[in-house]
């Protein structure tokens, strides 16, 4: 059963940092490309940032440069380092794991709140 769990979410001020994270399991997570979305209230689901089971990495335009994911294949997990958040990066955000359009997993998602 694959499973994709995320943790890290919260309430912070801006200007604030969190650091989320998505722990995989029943699939072979270092040859899957890892993403994170986020959705606020009212608006689409939006990809955030990728990461290639190579290690390269692409940001959506508004959190380049505050944001980074990374990924530790030996622990299964994909992170994102948000720096410097605004009340505008609030959403639930969702780990999100791709090999074929018949292999990709959502998580449940974790709030993110930043207060102004």
């Known amino acids: 059963q694959v499973q994709l769990v995320e943790s890290g979410g919260g309430l912070v001020h801006n200007g604030g940092s969190l650091r989320l994270s998505c722990a995989a399991s029943?699939?072979?997570?270092?040859?899957?490309?890892m993403m994170w979305y986020r959705q606020a209230p009212g608006k689409q689901r939006e990809l955030v940032a990728t990461i290639e089971s190579g290690g390269a990495t692409k940001y959506t335009d508004s959190v380049k440069g505050r944001f980074t994911i990374s990924r530790d294949n030996a622990e299964n997990t994909v992170y994102l380092q948000m720096d410097s958040l605004n009340p505008e990066d609030t959403a639930v955000y969702y780990c999100?794991?791709?090999?074929?359009?018949?292999?990709?997993?959502w998580g449940q998602g974790t709030q993110v709140t930043v207060s102004s």
């Open positions: 999100h794991s791709y090999l074929t359009p018949r292999t990709q997993f």
């Open positions: 029943g699939i072979s997570f270092s040859v899957y490309q």
